[in-house]
């Protein structure tokens, strides 16, 4: 089982990508690159997934693009230290990892939580990013506290409400220990329910995909540091009252959960935005909706 789902193997579904674990920031970062010679495309994925879950759009992106994505801090096979879990941290990671591939400047590409990170890096390090492209995942800020403990009467079921979604998971991976005593070697069961919950069609994504992701998650360090990720959101929510509008250009693609959310927090973000909504399409949209997003990235960095 290791063996198959190592990222030696793995690997040859990718054709063109190395695999690279390099020492940044007092932590190791794990990443795949095409080492292409086109502008540089950086990827960050989000929980509960790894690099793998960029393949369908990664792929066809790295014929115009050099495209490196990563394991953020926690995830896949990068380390999974004590601390350092606050975004702000994370994107040093990327930064510092960026100057040791002797990359100055960047496109970068954020999904879910590594859509936090990607815009930490684009606050932090704002010469460092060339375009900066959130995908269902915007920096955490204040409008985190607003979130229901208990769902409005009948808007909790097997689908989840666009108008009043319930995300429950945000909370239960702030608890600490307990989530990691619970889901070891059990993690498929959380990963079924959620892709069924957010998703329009979860039969998109693929049971050999949902496989990588629970022999990851499976380890009970690893659910730990994706924990990590949410236990820091109090730290996130106050280096973002210090951050100023973005001023290099912004791409929100948002799925059916999050356009509206979209529609109101851009503006509060970024002076030069545009906001793609994908209609018909859940929160993995990379594995729902492949195409639209391709598109949708390729039209907005070739322009």
Same mark, same amino acid.
């Given at each position: 089982?290791?063996?198959?789902?190592?990222?030696?193997?793995?690997?040859?579904?990718?054709?063109?990508?190395?695999?690279?674990?390099?020492?940044?920031?007092?932590?190791?970062?794990?990443?795949?690159?095409?080492?292409? &010679?086109?502008?540089?495309?950086?990827?960050?994925?989000?929980?509960?997934?790894?690099?793998?879950?960029?393949?369908?759009?990664?792929?066809?992106? +790295?014929?115009?693009?050099?495209?490196?994505?990563?394991?953020?801090?926690?995830?896949?096979?990068? !380390?999974?230290?004590?601390?350092?879990?606050?975004?702000? =941290?994370?994107? =040093?990671?990327?930064?510092?990892?960026?100057?040791?591939?002797?990359?100055?400047? $960047?496109?970068? @590409?954020?999904?879910?939580?590594?859509?936090?990170? $990607?815009?930490?890096? +684009?606050?932090?390090?704002?010469?460092?990013?060339? #375009? @900066?492209? @959130? !995908?269902?995942?915007?920096?955490? &800020?204040?409008?985190?506290?607003?979130?229901?403990?208990?769902?409005?009467? %009948?808007?909790?079921?097997?689908?989840?409400?666009?108008?009043?979604?319930?995300?429950?998971?945000?909370?239960? &991976?702030?608890?600490?220990?307990?989530?990691?005593?619970?889901?070891?070697? #059990?993690?498929?069961?959380?990963?079924?329910?959620?892709?069924?919950?957010?998703?329009?069609?979860?039969?998109?994504?693929?049971?050999?995909?949902?496989?990588?992701? +629970?022999?990851?998650?499976?380890?009970?360090?690893?659910?730990?540091?994706?924990?990590?990720?949410?236990?820091?959101?109090?730290?996130?929510?106050?280096? $973002?009252?210090?951050?100023?509008?973005?001023?290099?250009?912004?791409?929100?693609?948002?799925? &059916?959960?999050?356009?509206?959310?979209?529609?109101?927090?851009?503006? =509060?973000? $970024? %002076?030069?935005?545009?906001?793609?909504?994908?209609?018909?399409?859940?929160?993995?949209?990379?594995?729902?909706?492949?195409?639209?997003?391709?598109?949708?990235?390729?039209?907005?960095?070739?322009?």
């Amino acid at each position: 089982m290791e063996q198959v789902y190592s990222d030696a193997q793995l690997l040859k579904h990718w054709p063109g990508f190395t695999s690279h674990i390099v020492e940044v920031n007092g932590t190791q970062l794990h990443f795949v690159d095409s080492r292409g &010679n086109g502008p540089v495309l950086i990827c960050l994925p989000g929980w509960p997934q790894s690099w793998y879950s960029y393949r369908a759009v990664a792929l066809p992106l +790295a014929d115009y693009f050099r495209v490196i994505v990563v394991d953020i801090r926690g995830m896949g096979s990068s !380390a999974t230290p004590a601390s350092g879990y606050d975004k702000k =941290t994370m994107a =040093t990671d990327v930064y510092e990892l960026m100057g040791l591939l002797g990359i100055s400047k $960047a496109h970068v @590409l954020g999904h879910d939580i590594g859509g936090m990170v $990607a815009a930490s890096l +684009a606050h932090n390090y704002p010469d460092a990013v060339e #375009r @900066l492209i @959130l !995908a269902d995942g915007l920096h955490p &800020n204040e409008g985190m506290m607003q979130m229901k403990l208990i769902p409005p009467q %009948e808007t909790f079921s097997e689908k989840i409400d666009h108008q009043q979604p319930y995300m429950w998971w945000m909370s239960f &991976n702030q608890i600490k220990e307990l989530p990691e005593k619970l889901l070891e070697g #059990r993690y498929r069961y959380l990963l079924d329910w959620l892709f069924d919950y957010v998703m329009v069609d979860s039969s998109k994504m693929p049971d050999f995909e949902r496989n990588i992701y +629970a022999y990851v998650y499976n380890q009970s360090e690893r659910i730990r540091a994706s924990n990590g990720w949410y236990q820091a959101f109090h730290q996130d929510i106050a280096d $973002a009252q210090e951050y100023s509008k973005l001023q290099m250009p912004v791409l929100g693609i948002a799925s &059916n959960v999050s356009s509206g959310f979209y529609q109101y927090a851009l503006p =509060t973000i $970024a %002076e030069n935005y545009q906001l793609v909504n994908l209609d018909n399409t859940g929160h993995f949209m990379f594995e729902e909706n492949p195409a639209g997003v391709y598109e949708t990235i390729m039209t907005y960095l070739k322009t």
